[in-house]
């Protein structure tokens, strides 16, 4: 056969003879049978929602990875969940548990004692003593140069002044009183409570004696406060003077009207 | 999925007959005209939606038909070259003589290793108009192209054709004449 030229439309006659339609009846049947078989099967295999089932022989190359990838995020979770907190959360969380643990028990605390010591702006030092045994009442006595003062007092709970029923037994009323101005915070376990609410940090803590440290602040004053880990009550408060505090822990109540109880029954005497 | 259940009901069946013959057509051999139809009833299923909506669906299902059965040619052209084979020895047509019959194969197997040659686009506008002689704006409609651009394919198509197919130009000369 020689090489040559196609002339016109030789090309499409060539075509047309050539791919004619010949496809017997019997193969077109076949043919039709077949597609419909292969397109039930097409559908079977992507089970309605994948198209295309991977070919035999092909592993998927993202599996391994993917498989890695959860395991580490698995492990990580694991670590993470085991691990002690950061040290400062730790911390943050430890005193403020601490702080709620105090307020609590003094609120609750049966009678107190305290000694405070300060120096007034001449230097001269002064020695407070308080002595509250009822919800209302406390006795302070001042001893300074020699000189011994004391007052009974009755003290609103909240407020930061005598109350209105206030008995002075010294020398002058207590709502005027210069000398009582330090320890007017002071005079009862429910205003050192107010005294105390704050900001905590942990400033140190020691093992031996079971005492830990925190300075508050964002309260009434900024104070550093020790407290007795055995009774979660303060042992010791420093703010410009140093009060040494002794608690009678009371019964844990959750009822916050139950120290009213008594007074009430006085107040409703026969 | 009831949808997935009439979806060849709806648009398959009645393009049956013609989607068999395009790519039987394309192929001459039932084994790889099965396989090429396979392919392309995977693809219609992965663009099942895009059928349903699709302003031509026709003419995209026997798009995706004669792309399946024109990749399914040149796959075939391949292994015949890598196996040392020619493209002889297809089924031929029956009711010949056994000389006219092996000429018929020859030209029919020298004409499919020439489209087999064809770029993808040209490969599909001859086969529409110069086999099917489908009307350019049918064959546009089922390439997703101007009909101007369908034209420009056959063109194209018929003149890489012309060189390729020069080697049969006695013989198709001849059979031209007869």
Redesign the interface.
């Known amino acids: 056969?020689?090489?040559?030229?196609?002339?016109g439309d030789?090309?499409?006659?060539?075509?047309?003879?050539?791919?004619r339609?010949?496809?017997?009846p019997l193969?077109?049947e076949?043919?039709?049978r077949?597609?419909?078989a292969?397109?039930a099967?097409?559908?079977a295999r992507?089970g309605?929602a994948v198209?295309?089932a991977p070919r035999p022989g092909r592993a998927s190359r993202t599996a391994p990875a993917l498989g890695l990838a959860a395991s580490l995020l698995v492990a990580l979770g694991l670590l993470w969940h085991m691990a002690q907190p950061p040290r400062i959360v730790a911390s943050s969380l430890s005193a403020k548990n601490t702080s709620l643990l105090a307020t609590s028990r003094l609120r609750n605390a049966a009678a107190m004692s305290g000694l405070v010591e300060s120096r007034d702006a001449a230097g001269r030092s002064q020695r407070y003593r308080i002595e509250w045994r009822e919800p209302d009442s406390v006795h302070v006595t001042l001893e300074e140069a020699g000189a011994t003062a004391s007052w009974s007092l009755t003290v609103a709970p909240h407020s930061s002044g005598f109350g209105a029923a206030g008995v002075p037994s010294g020398a002058s009323h207590p709502e005027s009183e210069p000398r009582l101005e330090t320890v007017r915070s002071l005079l009862s376990p429910d205003r050192i409570a107010h005294l105390l609410a704050g900001r905590w940090d942990a400033v140190e803590r020691d093992a031996r004696e079971r005492t830990a440290t925190y300075d508050v602040t964002g309260g009434p004053s900024a104070v550093r406060v020790t407290i007795d880990e055995r009774t979660d009550l303060p042992l010791r408060l420093e703010s410009g003077w140093t009060a040494t505090l002794l608690f009678t822990p009371g019964v844990e109540s959750p009822l916050p009207f139950a120290s009213a109880a008594p007074a009430a029954r006085v107040g409703g005497s026969r | 999925m009831v949808g997935d259940d009439c979806f060849y009901e709806r648009h398959l069946a009645p393009l049956e007959r013609r989607m068999l013959r395009t790519v039987h057509r394309v192929l001459r051999d039932p084994d790889a005209a099965r396989d090429a139809l396979q392919d392309a009833l995977v693809r219609i299923w992965e663009r099942r939606h895009v059928v349903e909506t699709h302003p031509h669906a026709e003419a995209l299902v026997l798009r995706i038909c004669l792309h399946a059965a024109i990749d399914a040619l040149r796959r075939l052209g391949r292994r015949r070259e890598t196996t040392g084979l020619a493209m002889e020895g297809l089924p031929a047509a029956t009711g010949r003589g056994p000389d006219a019959s092996h000429e018929h194969d020859e030209q029919q197997a020298a004409v499919l290793a020439a489209i087999a040659e064809l770029p993808r686009q040209q490969a599909l506008a001859v086969v529409l108009r110069l086999v099917e002689e489908r009307p350019y704006p049918e064959v546009a409609q089922v390439m997703g192209c101007s009909p101007v651009t369908a034209r420009i394919h056959v063109m194209r198509g018929r003149s890489q054709l012309r060189r390729l197919l020069a080697p049969l130009v006695p013989s198709s000369t001849e059979g031209g004449s007869a």
Request: charged share 45%; glycine share 6%; net charge positive.
């Open positions: 056969m020689k090489p040559g030229k196609l002339r030789e090309v499409d006659r060539l075509l047309r003879r050539t791919l339609d010949d496809l017997a193969e077109e076949r043919l039709r077949s597609m419909r292969a397109w099967e097409v559908r992507a309605g198209p295309r």
